[in-house]
């Protein structure tokens, strides 16, 4: 798929995917544009001309991927313009900065396990609730650490997968 053209339709795609899995339509775009882009740093303008919509609707959509460490800021020296790219670590740093999430459901279902009768229905889904996102604190740095190790082995030569 050398055309460009193609390229921008494929990104149109993803995007499409993306908000199917429950992203804003904005913020999918323009993640399907730093994963398409053939720039090393964007600006909103770019952002903004390259998928046909006004500065202002791109705003939102950076700082929300910005929020969760898909992408980043990048000083720009001479420039008045704040640049953009996509993070080098940008998949682990997402499911990493989610343990704030988890972390915060956690809390949830502890406040409601104590708010609930032991008898109660909701007592016991919450209680499977605690469990699952304890689960998931624990495992995700291990999760993370064997992510890191696969990358360094392909990177020097170990088996790549295709």
Do not use: C
């Not at 605690?130 to 360094?152: A, K, Y």
């Amino acid at each position: 798929m050398n055309n460009r053209r193609e390229q921008w339709q494929a990104a149109e795609q993803l995007a499409l995917a993306l908000t199917d899995g429950g992203l804003q339509r904005m913020s999918a775009r323009t993640l399907a544009m730093f994963l398409f882009t053939d720039q090393e740093t964007v600006t909103m303008g770019d952002i903004a001309d390259q998928l046909g919509v006004s500065p202002g609707s791109v705003s939102g959509a950076v700082k929300a991927l910005l929020s969760v460490g898909l992408i980043q800021r990048l000083p720009a020296p001479g420039s008045r313009r704040e640049h953009y790219r996509l993070r080098d670590d940008a998949w682990s740093t997402l499911f990493s900065t989610q343990n704030t999430v988890t972390l915060t459901m956690l809390r949830a279902a502890e406040a409601g396990i104590r708010a609930t009768a032991s008898d109660d229905p909701a007592h016991q889904r919450l209680i499977q609730m605690r469990d699952f996102h304890e689960f998931m604190l624990r495992e995700i740095p291990s999760l993370l650490r064997r992510w890191q190790q696969e990358q360094v082995s392909q990177r020097t030569g170990g088996t790549a997968r295709t």
